[in-house]
């Protein structure tokens, strides 16, 4: 990497913009209650209506929400067992809460085209280890096959947790990516689609869950819950008024974010269009540069959105993406391997239940790499980096 330059496209940027922080300092001056208050349960409104989706509960980062969502499901009892199937090609933490919360987790081979789950493999879990659930995700932004995992899901019948962290503002079959699962996750992380520093959020239509979600984001109290439903537990376990804040009813953690943090998410989903749009018209551009060369994520709806966080894409082997990695860095272009490869040649993974290897996901693993988006990029941005990366190529093959 001696021949890198100083970085001129970052593969993240803030979206936070400087009206942002004005109208921030601005509210700060005005010593407004910090801690998670009005303006997050505003934002769960608003994020709820923006999915079509009945509740959402924000906290402190995707990987929290994802927590939250196998936590939810395991104090909601009733399930048929703990298998759950995960991605071989997610994020550590769409998988990590279901190791830490004593779930048996079966690694899911990697699909060609959208390289989420593959459904021919996943369909062989299903019939092998009738697993209670499945974790899917939206990858990079790039739709699933949501009309055959729901097919899959009435066949088979189990809990879908959907994992868009990386896909806020995507959509696809006429609906916002994160409507689907029976639970979904979304990330807020700084440089995502969009930021409020840190933060996430669950969002579902199920109110036993929506209670579940509230009561294990916050100690496992239940002051969160609507009025009715917490008078109703304080009633079923005779508890006086005096005892009724402090009471906890589930084993919960302290995963909040706060009103400061909800206060930027307020303004940046005013923006989630525009920057969802820009992403996808990038996404295109790339996708028509660099699509014959390459592999590159398919998304089978033709009009899908696809608010991409980054354009991931496959070289031919190792060699190829050294060749390329190395002209990246050379152009001043960040660039770095595809989310984490195949989560199963981690060490947490491998240590625990041996190395898992499947064709696609190792493929991935070896040969994958991101380049940026970012919805600031001109149509320009996109063909200087796509030319880029060509030439490496070009001169890789010859
Ligand atoms: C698919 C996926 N899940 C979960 C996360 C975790 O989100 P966070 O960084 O907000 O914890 C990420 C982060 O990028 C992700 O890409």
Redesign the pocket.
């Known amino acids: 990497m001696s021949d890198a330059r100083p970085i001129r496209y970052p593969l993240a940027l803030d979206t936070i913009d400087r009206a942002d922080l004005l109208a921030l300092s601005r509210w700060l001056m005005t010593s407004p209650r910090l801690t998670k208050g009005r303006l997050t349960v505003e934002l769960e409104a608003r994020w709820s209506s923006l999915l079509g989706r009945r509740y959402s509960v924000f906290c402190n980062?995707?990987?929290?929400?994802?927590l939250l969502m196998y936590a939810a499901l395991l104090e909601r009892g009733r399930l048929r067992n703990r298998r759950v199937v995960v991605p071989s090609v997610?994020?550590a933490?769409?998988l990590a809460p279901a190791m830490q919360l004593g779930f048996e987790p079966i690694l899911c081979e990697a699909d060609r085209e959208t390289f989420g789950l593959d459904l021919d493999h996943l369909e062989s879990l299903l019939k092998r280890h009738r697993p209670a659930a499945v974790a899917l995700?939206?990858?990079?932004g790039v739709p699933h096959r949501m009309p055959a995992i729901r097919a899959l899901q009435d066949r088979y019948g189990f809990f879908l947790l959907e994992?868009a962290?990386?896909a806020v503002g995507s959509s696809a079959y006429g609906r916002p990516v994160g409507s689907f699962g029976d639970m979904s996750?979304f990330?807020?992380?700084y440089g995502?689609q969009i930021s409020t520093i840190?933060?996430?959020m669950v969002s579902t239509d199920d109110k036993r869950l929506n209670d579940l979600l509230l009561m294990l984001r916050s100690h496992g109290w239940s002051k969160d819950l609507d009025r009715r439903t917490h008078a109703a537990l304080v009633r079923e376990h005779g508890i006086d008024d005096f005892h009724a804040p402090f009471v906890f009813y589930v084993p919960g953690y302290n995963l909040r974010s706060t009103d400061l943090n909800a206060f930027i998410g307020l303004r940046q989903i005013r923006r989630l269009g525009s920057i969802a749009r820009a992403r996808g018209r990038h996404h295109e551009r790339y996708r028509r540069h660099l699509g014959e060369r390459f592999t590159v994520q398919r998304c089978e709806d033709p009009k899908a959105v696809i608010a991409s966080?980054s354009f991931g894409l496959l070289a031919v082997d190792a060699e190829d993406r050294r060749a390329v990695v190395s002209a990246l860095a050379a152009a001043g272009v960040e660039t770095r391997i595809f989310?984490a490869g195949n989560l199963g040649l981690h060490p947490f993974w491998y240590k625990r239940f041996g190395r898992a290897r499947f064709p696609m996901a190792d493929r991935i693993h070896a040969c994958g790499f991101f380049l940026p988006n970012h919805p600031s990029f001109g149509p320009g941005d996109v063909d200087f980096i796509s030319r880029v990366v060509l030439g490496a190529a070009c001169a890789a093959a010859r």
């Open positions: 980062s995707g990987s929290s929400a994802n997610g994020w933490t769409t995700v939206q990858v990079l994992d962290c990386a996750s990330s807020f992380y995502h840190e933060g996430g966080i989310s």
